[in-house]
Nanobody
Framework: QVQLVESGGGLVQAGGSLRLSCAAS????????MGWFRQAPGKEREFVAA????????YYADSVKGRFTISRDNAKNTVYLQMNKLKPEDTAVYYC????????????????WGQGTQVTVSS
């Protein structure tokens, strides 16, 4: 089992920045690739970014490429999502997830999920 707890969400103006953190406990964190997903009201949950277990590979949705950066610190059992140049359409609940499956982009590949943290971007 892996327990995931997100933090760092909040209210920010368009153009601003936030950094989300996801702290993991339980089984060996460095064994898992990690991802961030988000779900806006009335919409399906969507992929945002993912990172391999070593941190050597990262993946991004086109909508956030160039604005968001995913990183991890295996010594601290934490994965981060740095979000810059935020837009109102980035407003959503953001979830981190841990996976053992091969597909980085599909939520079906992820085995463990956090409870989510709200990000609200005002225009």
């Amino acid at each position: 089992q892996v327990q995931l707890v997100e933090s760092g969400g909040g209210l920010v103006q368009a153009g601003g920045s936030l950094r989300l953190s996801c702290a993991a406990s339980g089984r060996t964190f460095s064994s898992y690739a990690m991802g961030w997903f988000r779900q806006a009201p009335g919409k399906e949950r969507e992929f945002v970014a993912a990172i391999s277990w070593s941190g050597s590979r990262t993946y991004y949705a086109d909508s956030v490429k160039g604005r968001f950066t995913i990183s991890r610190d295996n010594a601290k059992n934490t994965v981060y999502l740095q979000m810059n140049k935020l837009k109102p359409e980035d407003t959503a609940v953001y979830y981190c997830a841990a996976k053992t499956g091969s597909n980085y982009y599909s939520e079906l590949a992820y085995d463990y999920w956090g409870q989510g943290t709200q990000v609200t971007v005002s225009s």
